[in-house]
């Protein structure tokens, strides 16, 4: 099973203004895929994004960390931006596949900024705000996403897992 982290991006929701349903779905999307180990919820604060995105890759060493919020064109969204600071590696297949089935839904999907990349031996994937928006974008990735930590992680594929991961 992969070990989990979500971290809740949202001004709204750390101000008590709004409830973080997008993580609810996450969890709710990834129960057969792995375990939520830690969750965080952060108002969208570059630096404090930062500081938790590091703490769950390099303390709590989670294989994936799925962001949601903050992906936009507001300028308070700066999800991507601090994922980008603290990336090793950019991982642009993921969300490049995300949008393209996201367009499909809602012409809106391309004004949408999120990147995925890899810190050390973790996945970060930055998904919307909104629990539509990661519903559509989970739906995409959710098979493969068991192969990717395998191979993050230095694992070889057998037929089976690679047979999964082509599923839809």
Do not use: W
């Amino acid at each position: 099973m992969i070990r989990i982290a979500i971290l809740t991006a949202s001004d709204r929701c750390s101000r008590g203004e709004s409830e973080d349903t997008s993580s609810l779905v996450i969890r709710e999307m990834l129960k057969e895929v792995g375990e939520v180990v830690f969750y965080a919820l952060v108002p969208d604060e570059k630096d404090m994004i930062i500081e938790k995105l590091k703490y769950f890759c390099d303390e709590l060493k989670v294989d994936l960390v799925l962001t949601t919020g903050g992906t936009g064109f507001s300028p308070r969204d700066v999800t991507p931006e601090a994922t980008k600071s603290v990336i090793d590696r950019e991982v642009p297949g993921i969300p490049e596949a995300m949008r393209v089935f996201s367009h499909k839904k809602s012409k809106l999907s391309i004004l949408s900024r999120e990147i995925a990349g890899i810190r050390k031996s973790t996945l970060i994937i930055n998904l919307p705000g909104s629990p539509k928006g990661v519903r559509e974008n989970l739906e995409v990735i959710v098979n493969q996403l068991p192969c990717a930590v395998k191979v993050l992680k230095g694992e070889k594929l057998k037929a089976d897992d690679a047979k999964k991961c082509e599923e839809e």
